[in-house]
């Protein structure tokens, strides 16, 4: 496939307003791709290979000025002006290629795996002189493009390109385009367990369908975790399970896969980064303690002081780092401890189709808990009373609450997905509204008096699954520090769009549109009906949705993708368990 064939959609794709549209012209993209699909798909969503192989550009915006400036003739000053009055290197770049005289020179031969291949040596090239040639890869993609060619490779190579499709968009595209829909779940499964759109695409294509569905759990590949539901009764959550109950304390700290192959060990993130490095003891101590051939575990590390065993709230050892938290040099000092809660892999043995109290048993005999490494303390219990006590004393023991787990036959780990296998319940569930939401900035609203320059509101959506939009749910003006208020224009600025995101789905319309990825977590009062909002909508009520009033934000949810938001349907069951309480 021509690369400008693909740019002349992903231009079509940034024009769209309309959902239906995006994933269309998404389809018939992918379509034709023909043998270059793999490495489409990765480009489409400004990879070249999923994250957890951390492959990156390594290329600065200064460095792109410096190569436009060479291959262009023009001052450097000049090329920064330019990208100063377009706020974009990809415009910039193609402006640039615009104004050259010399057409492209093989033209034909810019096909999207020549683009891929040329980037993934830029990637690639490191050491000793690799800034030429990094600057000679993209001097000879320039000369080979046409404006808008060189604009969407810039913003590939900036990390800039997002045509707003997650990998779950183009992962039903590609079901669509090549697969039956009565199949669709089986893919989903597929990718949850194995995370890399261009393998799925590849099979898809094929329509291996064996393949597909013999992806599991693979050690040293991060999986998309389990995730809980909530209800807002410990009897609530009883009857929900039909008393086939188990309940865990349920720590509060940072979700952590940790995975062992030979002699390798990794441990991921909830958003599937690499994040080893930032787990000195831990990995010591399991290299120390345990001979497993390989194993795959699910659990949540938390801080704790040595001297008592007391829990410590794991703001205490992390800081940002760009948009996800990392633990700092303080984790040697305050040591941490992986409470164990899942196991998915051991020795050879796919255990994520056994039933919950198995894969416990098989924790059970294989760790016994050290400073590092404890289970996660449990009670098996159908009684109301003792149940109680146990959330009393979660409490007391430094936890958020409890997770129930189901322990029928058919409780298997479900990667990936939100479901009621697993149900949390916290204190502040039994408050009229149960809990605070994580949502996605969709728009902004400018500020006047003493927000002047800054923005007075930013307009908030939740994340319908389904559909892949994002909805929106409430207006938020309350609860910035002057810190954070005035740090949002800088942090939004390469957010801004100039029309509604074909992914968002709003009637109200903001100063100013922002592309969805900032995640923000916010308390409101309550839930209520309303017209105006696209959360939900006609879901409750016909020619309405849902809106959350008086939100206050509490922080900004770094570790979060726009995709990991609150759903749409959890913000219905949020809703429903409001007005039972009523
Ligand atoms: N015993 C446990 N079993 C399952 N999860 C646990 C347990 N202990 C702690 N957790 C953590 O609790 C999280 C869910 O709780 P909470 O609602 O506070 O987190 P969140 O990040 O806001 O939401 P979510 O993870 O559900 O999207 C799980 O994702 C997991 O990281």
Request: one cysteine or more; a negative charge.
């Amino acid at each position: 496939m021509l690369f400008s064939e693909a740019s002349k959609k992903f231009m079509e794709m940034e024009s769209t307003t309309k959902r239906l549209e995006l994933t269309s012209i998404l389809g018939s993209l992918l379509e034709n791709a023909g043998d270059d699909l793999k490495e489409l798909v990765y480009l489409i969503q400004g990879k070249l290979a999923p994250d957890y192989e951390g492959i990156e550009f390594g290329v600065s915006g200064k460095l792109i000025v410096k190569s436009l400036a060479a291959i262009s003739g023009m001052d450097e000053e000049e090329v920064n002006k330019l990208f100063y009055k377009n706020g974009d290197l990809g415009i910039t770049a193609s402006e640039i290629r615009e104004k050259m005289e010399q057409k492209p020179l093989f033209r034909e031969d810019l096909t999207v795996h020549y683009v891929y291949t040329r980037l993934m040596e830029l990637a690639k090239s490191a050491g000793h002189g690799s800034v030429k040639g990094k600057t000679d890869i993209y001097a000879d993609l320039m000369v080979n493009s046409y404006p808008e060619d060189i604009k969407y490779i810039t913003r590939i190579i900036m990390g800039k390109l997002r045509l707003g499709v997650a990998d779950s968009t183009i992962l039903d595209s590609l079901v669509h385009a090549f697969f039956s829909k009565d199949n669709a779940d089986m893919v989903e499964t597929a990718y949850n367990f194995h995370p890399d759109i261009g393998l799925i695409a590849t099979l898809l294509q094929k329509g291996d369908i064996k393949a597909i569905s013999n992806i599991g759990p693979e050690p040293l590949i991060p999986f998309k975790v389990m995730l809980a539901e909530r209800l807002r009764s410990i009897d609530d959550i009883r009857e929900k399970m039909n008393h086939h109950v188990s309940f865990e304390y349920k720590y509060d700290g940072l979700r952590t896969e940790l995975h062992k192959k030979g002699d390798k060990i990794k441990i991921f993130s909830r958003g599937l980064e690499e994040t080893t490095e930032n787990f000195p003891d831990i990995i010591e101590n399991f290299k120390k303690s345990y001979s497993f051939e390989s194993i795959i575990i699910d659990g949540e590390s938390v801080p704790f002081n040595p001297d008592t065993g007391e829990l410590f709230p794991f703001q205490m050892v992390s800081k940002r780092r760009g948009r996800k938290y990392q633990i700092t040099e303080k984790s040697t000092e305050i040591p941490l401890v992986m409470f164990i809660f899942d196991i998915l892999e051991l020795n050879g043995r796919i255990l994520v189709n056994l039933p919950y109290e198995e894969r416990r048993k098989i924790l059970e005999e294989n760790f016994v808990d050290n400073e590092h490494f404890r289970l996660a303390t449990r009670l098996s219990s159908d009684d109301s009373e003792e149940i109680n006590k146990f959330f009393e004393q979660s409490i007391e023991d430094g936890c958020e609450g409890i997770v129930a787990k189901d322990t029928s036959d058919e409780s298997v780990y479900r990667a990936g997905a939100r479901g009621w296998l697993w149900i949390k319940f916290k204190r502040d569930y039994q408050k009229e509204l149960a809990d605070s939401m994580d949502l996605v900035i969709i728009g902004a609203f400018n500020g006047r008096g003493r927000r002047a320059g800054a923005y007075g509101a930013l307009l908030m959506a939740s994340y319908n699954e389904e559909t892949h939009a994002f909805e929106s749910v409430t207006k938020l003006g309350t609860g910035f520090s002057d810190e954070v208020l005035f740090s949002l224009p800088k942090m939004l600025s390469d957010l801004v769009r100039d029309h509604k995101p074909a992914m968002v789905e709003s009637k109200m319309v903001p100063d100013i549109w922002i592309y969805p990825q900032i995640v923000m977590e916010i308390q409101g009062a309550e839930i209520t009906v309303s017209p105006i909002h696209t959360c939900a909508f006609g879901k409750i009520e016909k020619d309405s949705g849902l809106a959350l009033r008086f939100p206050r934000l509490i922080k900004i949810r770094d570790d979060k993708n726009a995709e990991d938001a609150t759903t749409t349907n959890e913000i219905i069951e949020l809703y429903k368990m409001q007005k039972k309480t009523k």
